[in-house]
C-alpha cells in the first residue's frame, strides 16, 4: 500500500481550489518514511513516521528556508490530509490540503482503463 519510489499530488492552500503539483520519491520501513521532493517553491526533503494499523502518517516537509507539517491518512487512493506552517519559523500560519500517490499506482489504473475501452468492455 506504500510503495518505495516516484510519488506525485498536490497541496491546497485553505479557501483557494488551485492545486499546486509536487514530485516526490519516497522510501518507507519500519514505520518511518524519508524522502526529496520538488514543487512550485522549491526542494524540499521528507521526514516521518506511519502506522499502518490506525493507516495515520506524520511527516515535515523541510524546504532550505521553512518547514511545513504534515498530517495524512492511508487508503487505497493514496495519502492525503491537512499540512500547516511551522509557527515558529513564520510569523504567519499557513494551511491547507494535500493528497499525493505512487506514480506506478496511476499508471496502472491507466493502463487498465485503456484495456477495458479498448476490448469493449466499458
Not at 9 to 24: A, E, I, Q
Not at 95 to 104: A, D, L, Q, R, S
Amino acid at each position: 500500500m506504500l510503495p518505495d519510489g516516484e510519488w506525485e499530488g498536490f497541496y491546497l492552500y485553505r479557501d483557494n481550489s488551485h492545486k499546486h503539483m509536487m514530485s516526490l520519491m519516497m522510501r518507507f520501513g519500519a514505520g518511518t518514511l524519508e524522502g526529496t521532493g520538488f514543487d512550485d517553491i522549491g526542494p524540499f526533503s521528507l521526514s516521518g513516521t506511519f502506522d499502518m494499523h490506525t493507516m495515520t502518517c506524520t511527516w515535515f516537509k523541510s524546504y532550505r528556508t521553512h518547514q511545513i507539517f504534515y498530517s495524512g491518512h492511508i487508503d487505497e487512493n493514496g495519502i492525503w490530509g491537512q499540512w500547516r506552517s511551522h509557527q515558529s519559523e513564520m510569523s504567519f500560519s499557513l494551511k491547507g490540503g494535500f493528497h499525493i500517490w505512487p506514480i506506478k499506482q496511476h499508471q496502472e489504473e491507466e493502463a487498465k482503463l485503456a484495456k477495458e475501452v479498448m476490448s469493449g468492455s466499458f
